[in-house]
């Protein structure tokens, strides 16, 4: 099992900057892939970034030139956000994505951080 724990969400002003974190713990062996999701009200979760064991990182065309997602091995993950728009407003989701040694493939999510922009 994964564990995941997000942090670092909160209120900030259009423009502004916040740096999410998602601490994983427990069996991280074999998580080839971590990344970023969200889910803004009464919409579906939508993808915002990933980055996979190698370090390539992909972006969502809404967030990309103003989020950066890095990891330190999969430990710790990081959603870095700026010039935040209030569109950005969601709850913010980590996942872990793991092949184990069949090529089956586990996904563990995190319980959420809120990130509210104003405008």
């Known amino acids: 099992q994964v564990r995941l724990e997000e942090s670092g969400g909160g209120l900030v002003q259009a423009g502004g900057s916040l740096r999410l974190s998602c601490q994983a713990s427990?069996?991280?062996?074999?998580?080839?892939?971590m990344g970023w999701y969200r889910q803004a009200p009464g919409k579906q979760r939508e993808w915002v970034a990933s980055?996979?064991?190698?370090?390539?990182t992909n972006y969502a065309d809404s967030v990309k030139g103003r989020f950066t997602i890095s990891s330190d091995n999969a430990k710790n993950t990081y959603l870095q956000m700026n010039n935040l728009k209030p569109e950005d407003t969601a709850v913010y989701y980590c996942?872990?994505?793991?092949?184990?040694?069949?090529?089956?493939?586990?996904?563990?999510w995190g319980q959420g951080t809120h990130v509210t922009v104003s405008s």
């Open positions: 996942k872990a994505r793991k092949t184990d040694w069949e090529g089956v493939q586990y996904d563990y």
């Open positions: 980055i996979s064991s190698g370090g390539s």
């Open positions: 427990g069996s991280i062996s074999r998580i080839n892939v």
